[in-house]
């Protein structure tokens, strides 16, 4: 039996992932109130993946590298679409 984490949440802490989106939830509440932070909640929400693949990226380098690569090569997509994205336009 191996002793990798069978989760979705695989090399992220349980708690990380819905603490950002609470704090985008609340923010998104106070931008129906001030309408001009609601951009920054959407950036927020947007980045909470970021930040969660860095981490995982991070921290789990020495433990599992295939967890990291894959947290990486993640982040080069979002990298490509955003590129893409302004290459569109």
Known sequence: MSNQKQSETAGLPTWLFPLGFGVGLFALIVGVIWPN?????????MLVPVLAALFVALSNWRGDR???????IA??????VL????WVK
């Open 37 to 45: 932070f609601g951009r920054w909640a959407v950036y927020w929400l």
């Open 66 to 72: 295939r967890l990291s690569v894959a947290a990486l």
């Open 75 to 80: 982040l080069g997509g979002v990298g490509l």
């Open 83 to 86: 590129l893409a994205r302004e």
